[in-house]
Antibody
Framework: DVHLLESGGGLVQPGGSLRLSCAAS????????MSWVRQAPGKGLEWVST????????NYADSVKGRFTISRDTSKNTLYLQMSSLRAEDTALYYC???????????????WGQGTLVTVSS | EIVLTQSPGTLSLSPGEGATLSCRAS???????LAWYQQKPGQAPSLLIY???SRATGIPDRFSGSGSGTDFTLTISTLAPEDSAVYYC?????????FGQGTKVEIK
């Protein structure tokens, strides 16, 4: 069974940093691409970042480019999102999500974690 | 960036009725790379439809998708109480992938 478990969220001051983790099981990160998607309280879904299964490329939303870094450790089958220079508008529930199929472009997301809450506030 | 506009904002229907949800894109969606998700309160989204009309694994056939170009539709043929949720469309044919703002389906 596929399972995704996020961790690392919490309360952080504006300008601070945080690293989110997503432990994956039931499939291999080195094959399937992964994304981070966030949802501000009471709002809709916003794609944040993607890393391809090959690890060859990453993409970021303009709203986080230069501040967030997506990476993975295939030996631990774990995805990460390093977030820095955090702003109030980054407050959201952050989900990791798995590509439905293997592709070097982007795919819809068939498995999602339950999310980890990031709150940016002084 | 492709903007997706969903309508209506809220649908209030009775069990057994049919529901039609619309998703309109600001530009053509490449290769009809359009997906639909269902999100129930307190839960993560779940994939219903991909490629505009293909049902994801395990999705009942009362859910169907159609459309191409800029206009897409999710149809729920016979509403069940458990279909109460917010439904999002997503285009993944152009970078960045984008989501619509959601349609809330309420079951009376």
């Amino acid at each position: 069974d596929v399972h995704l478990l996020e961790s690392g969220g919490g309360l952080v001051q504006p300008g601070g940093s945080l690293r989110l983790s997503c432990a994956a099981s039931g499939f291999t990160l080195s094959i399937y691409g992964m994304s981070w998607v966030r949802q501000a309280p009471g709002k809709g879904l916003e794609w944040v970042s993607t890393i391809r299964g090959s690890g060859s490329s990453t993409n970021y939303a303009d709203s986080v480019k230069g501040r967030f870094t997506i990476s993975r450790d295939t030996s631990k089958n774990t995805l990460y999102l390093q977030m820095s220079s955090l702003r109030a508008e980054d407050t959201a529930l952050y989900y990791c999500a798995k590509f439905y199929y293997v592709t070097e472009t982007i795919a819809p997301f068939d498995y999602w974690g339950q999310g980890t809450l990031v709150t940016v506030s002084s | 960036e492709i903007v997706l506009t969903q309508s209506p904002g809220t649908l209030s229907l009775s069990p057994g009725e049919g529901a039609t949800l619309s998703c309109r894109a600001s530009q053509n969606v490449y290769n009809s790379y359009l997906a639909w998700y269902q999100q129930k309160p307190g839960q993560a989204p779940s994939l219903l439809i991909y490629g505009a009309s293909s049902r994801a694994t395990g999705i009942p056939d009362r859910f169907s998708g159609s459309g191409s170009g800029t206009d897409f539709t999710l149809t729920i043929s016979t509403l069940a109480p458990e279909d109460s949720a917010v439904y999002y469309c997503q285009q993944y044919g152009s970078s960045p992938c984008t989501f619509g703002q959601g349609t809330k389906v309420e079951i009376k």
